[in-house]
């Protein structure tokens, strides 16, 4: 039985408290239904954004990117945690001297290491959890780096870490306490929840990430290892494929009180806040895929309504070439354009070089005519956006042949 005093939050978290692994389902019993509605309700959200983005057809191109852009962005985010910032290019650069074999500097190591782990943990089936996953995400994570006293793939032995903000000593100072530690962790990993919040794999993955974090097993890389299991748990459920390690942009944005919540679960042993502020971060996560793959297909839509005006242009009376709908689909590859940079296009120059100035000028007020194309005023001259609008606004309808409809009556 637990002790009074732990039920109370009035005696911090111990190493002993912590190995029962049931933070979470030891307050689920009494929760109250104003904090059960809270979190069915955020997760009913982000399982209908899933559903969508899951049954929604993805296209080798535009998943790609996706997929590309998310991983720049988590690789730059669970880096910045730990106070190492890089930007973009610094980050594609890195990777590209990586898979070169160029020699990198310690950041450039960091942000290429932790490429290698998201791409293991893309490629890896993973049918259970082990202690030997956990270990060759951090030998990742860590390889090649001199960190203090730390060895790739190996717990701590006689160094006893501090981390956090205010600093705090591991609950699990001692190597044999850590390997107590990760074998009861393991065995809660691979246990399915059987309460109606913790069985979801959203609340799994959060809570896992704050474990590992506890424990502290390794000499350096603790978080970005915790990090990575929450996403590996994640795709493992196959959650989102297009950004299933997400969270670490939204812990990154809000470091500060991603650290103050990791500090109160000590405290409070209650991670219920920690954990439905982690569900709405994802949610707005997600939420931003679901923009990027709903645009996806408004661009398609749009493309497809263009060449529908083109293939009855007669019959509509509608003046449209097909110089019009390649331009129309130059266009609709980027969310905004302006003329100039348009003009600068190598496939809009090659498309136009055999015809006037006149001429590109009348195609492109004929797009603007028919609403295909919005433009917007700046300082920085007149921009270009596709008018996806127009699709909400079409009215469909079908066309009989008579001749075809007595044959069949």
């Given at each position: 039985?637990?002790?009074t005093l732990?039920?109370?939050?009035?005696m911090t978290?111990t190493?002993?408290?912590?190995?029962?692994?049931?933070?979470f389902e030891f307050h689920?019993k009494?929760?109250?239904?104003e904090?059960?509605?809270r979190?069915?309700?955020?997760l009913?959200?982000i399982?209908?954004?899933d559903?969508f983005?899951?049954?929604?057809?993805?296209?080798p191109?535009?998943?790609?990117?996706?997929?590309?852009?998310?991983?720049i962005?988590?690789i730059g985010?669970t880096l910045?945690?730990?106070g190492?910032i890089?930007d973009?290019?610094?980050?594609?650069?890195?990777?590209?001297?990586?898979?070169?074999?160029?020699p990198?500097?310690r950041?450039?190591?960091?942000?290429?290491?932790?490429k290698?782990?998201?791409?293991?943990?893309?490629?890896?089936r993973i049918?259970e959890?082990?202690e030997s996953?956990i270990?060759?995400i951090?030998?990742?994570f860590?390889?090649e780096?001199?960190?203090t006293s730390?060895?790739?793939g190996?717990?701590?032995?006689?160094?006893?870490v501090?981390?956090?903000?205010?600093?705090?000593q591991?609950?699990c100072?001692?190597?044999?306490?850590?390997?107590?530690?990760m074998?009861g962790?393991?065995?809660?990993?691979n246990?399915i929840?059987?309460?109606?919040?913790?069985?979801s794999?959203f609340?799994k993955?959060?809570?896992?990430?704050y474990?590992?974090?506890?424990i502290h097993?390794?000499?350096?890389?603790?978080g970005?290892?915790a990090?990575?299991?929450?996403?590996?748990?994640?795709?493992k459920?196959?959650?989102?494929?297009?950004?299933?390690?997400s969270l670490?942009?939204?812990?990154?944005m809000h470091?500060d009180?991603?650290i103050?919540?990791?500090?109160?679960i000590?405290?409070?042993?209650?991670p219920?806040?920690?954990?439905?502020?982690g569900?709405?971060?994802?949610?707005d996560?997600i939420?931003?895929?679901?923009?990027?793959?709903?645009?996806k297909?408004?661009?398609?839509?749009?493309?497809?309504?263009?060449?529908?005006?083109?293939r009855?242009?007669?019959?509509?009376k509608i003046?449209?070439?097909q110089?019009?709908v390649?331009?129309?689909?130059?266009?609709t590859a980027?969310?905004?354009?302006?003329?100039?940079?348009?003009w600068l296009?190598?496939?809009a120059?090659l498309?136009?070089?055999d015809?006037?100035?006149?001429?590109?000028?009348r195609d492109?007020?004929?797009?603007?005519?028919l609403?295909?194309?919005?433009?917007?005023?700046?300082?920085q001259?007149?921009?270009l956006?596709?008018?996806?609008?127009l699709?909400?606004?079409l009215?469909?309808?079908?066309?009989?042949?008579?001749?075809?409809i007595?044959?069949?009556?």
């Amino acid at each position: 039985m637990i002790p009074t005093l732990y039920l109370e939050g009035r005696m911090t978290l111990t190493c002993e408290r912590l190995l029962e692994f049931d933070l979470f389902e030891f307050h689920e019993k009494d929760m109250n239904f104003e904090t059960f509605s809270r979190f069915y309700s955020v997760l009913s959200e982000i399982e209908k954004i899933d559903y969508f983005i899951r049954k929604t057809p993805s296209f080798p191109g535009s998943t790609d990117k996706i997929v590309r852009d998310e991983l720049i962005s988590v690789i730059g985010a669970t880096l910045s945690i730990e106070g190492t910032i890089l930007d973009k290019e610094e980050i594609l650069e890195s990777i590209d001297k990586a898979d070169k074999g160029e020699p990198l500097k310690r950041r450039g190591q960091e942000a290429a290491n932790s490429k290698d782990v998201y791409d293991f943990l893309r490629n890896t089936r993973i049918d259970e959890y082990t202690e030997s996953l956990i270990r060759q995400i951090h030998t990742l994570f860590t390889k090649e780096m001199n960190y203090t006293s730390n060895i790739p793939g190996q717990y701590r032995l006689a160094f006893n870490v501090t981390f956090g903000e205010p600093r705090r000593q591991c609950l699990c100072p001692t190597l044999s306490e850590i390997e107590c530690a990760m074998a009861g962790f393991i065995k809660w990993l691979n246990k399915i929840g059987t309460g109606p919040i913790s069985s979801s794999p959203f609340v799994k993955a959060i809570m896992a990430h704050y474990y590992l974090s506890e424990i502290h097993p390794f000499g350096d890389g603790n978080g970005r290892t915790a990090r990575a299991l929450e996403a590996a748990i994640l795709y493992k459920h196959g959650v989102n494929r297009y950004c299933f390690w997400s969270l670490a942009n939204f812990w990154a944005m809000h470091k500060d009180i991603y650290i103050n919540h990791l500090g109160d679960i000590r405290r409070t042993q209650n991670p219920f806040e920690f954990v439905i502020w982690g569900l709405n971060g994802y949610k707005d996560e997600i939420t931003t895929i679901q923009g990027r793959v709903l645009t996806k297909h408004k661009q398609l839509m749009l493309r497809d309504y263009v060449q529908f005006l083109f293939r009855t242009k007669d019959e509509q009376k509608i003046k449209i070439n097909q110089r019009m709908v390649e331009l129309m689909r130059i266009i609709t590859a980027r969310a905004r354009i302006s003329i100039k940079k348009l003009w600068l296009d190598p496939e809009a120059i090659l498309l136009y070089k055999d015809v006037s100035r006149q001429t590109k000028t009348r195609d492109l007020v004929k797009l603007l005519d028919l609403e295909l194309l919005k433009p917007e005023k700046t300082e920085q001259g007149l921009i270009l956006k596709p008018n996806y609008e127009l699709l909400e606004e079409l009215e469909y309808y079908v066309r009989l042949d008579p001749d075809e409809i007595s044959r069949t009556t």
